[in-house]
């Protein structure tokens, strides 16, 4: 079964960087799963930050971004500011029209 | 804009069945495959279903198929979720997600937008 790996928290302070990542339990994350991230804040439906690995959906500040770093895709928050402070999630595209999500992260920002 | 619309959530008893319905407005709905993901309370996002654009084609997570059926009416723009043999585990919001693009395009393996979602509580 497969599983894709967040780190379940992470915290960041105003004005830092931070960067959150997704991976496999076996194997590597490529462009060819195209990883995508959604932001959520308690009560609310997510938010579609990042797909195709690296295009920002509409709307969305240029201080986040997306890339594979290694073995695994990579969420960067440039500038991080306090209404950043959210659930994090990942998902990754397998073969046969299956998507896998992440467990989320937690992200703090203080 | 896209808006999405979810609703039939409700208290079901173990062993029942409950019908998602999900309205679409501001987009050609019968250009776009739609996603059925939920949260169980606490919980992380969990993909649950996918059906293509003119409903051709159909695809489920191990743990609904052969219990959860995706449908879809383009006449109506409404994509649906039949619940049947519901077990506590599947307590959960319930979202609809719009496909991110059309075949060939970009985001289409992304979910964008969103609805608001509707709560399903399985409990005696």
């Known amino acids: 079964q497969t599983v894709v790996t967040q780190e379940p928290s992470f915290s960041v302070s105003p004005g830092g960087t931070v960067t959150l990542t997704c991976g496999l339990s076996?194997?590597?994350?490529?462009?060819?799963?195209?990883p995508s991230w959604y932001q959520q804040t308690p009560g609310q439906a997510p938010r579609t930050l990042i797909h195709t690995t690296n295009i920002r959906s509409s709307g969305v500040p240029d201080r986040f971004s997306g890339s594979i770093l290694g073995n695994k895709a990579a969420l960067t928050i440039t500038g991080a500011q306090a209404d950043d402070e959210s659930d994090y999630y990942c998902?990754?595209?397998?073969?046969?029209?299956?998507?896998?999500f992440g467990g989320g992260t937690k992200l703090t920002v203080l | 804009q896209v808006q999405l619309v979810e609703s039939g959530g409700g208290v079901v008893q173990p062993g029942g069945s409950l019908r998602l319905s999900c309205a679409a407005s501001g987009f050609t709905f019968s250009g776009y495959g739609m996603h059925w993901v939920r949260q169980a309370p606490g919980k992380g996002l969990a993909w649950v279903a996918f059906i293509r654009d003119d409903g051709s084609n159909k695809f489920y997570a191990d743990s609904v198929k052969g219990r959860f059926t995706i449908s879809r009416d383009n006449s109506k723009n409404t994509v649906y979720l039949q619940m049947n043999s519901l077990r506590a585990e599947d307590t959960a919001v319930y979202y609809c997600?719009?496909?991110?693009?059309?075949?060939?395009?970009?985001?289409?393996?992304?979910?964008?937008?969103w609805g608001q979602g509707t709560l399903v509580t399985v409990s005696s």
């Open positions: 998902v990754l595209y397998m073969s046969s029209a299956i998507w896998v």
């Open positions: 997600a719009k496909r991110g693009g059309t075949s060939g395009t970009t985001g289409v393996y992304a979910f964008d937008p």
């Open positions: 076996s194997g590597s994350v490529s462009t060819s799963h195209f």
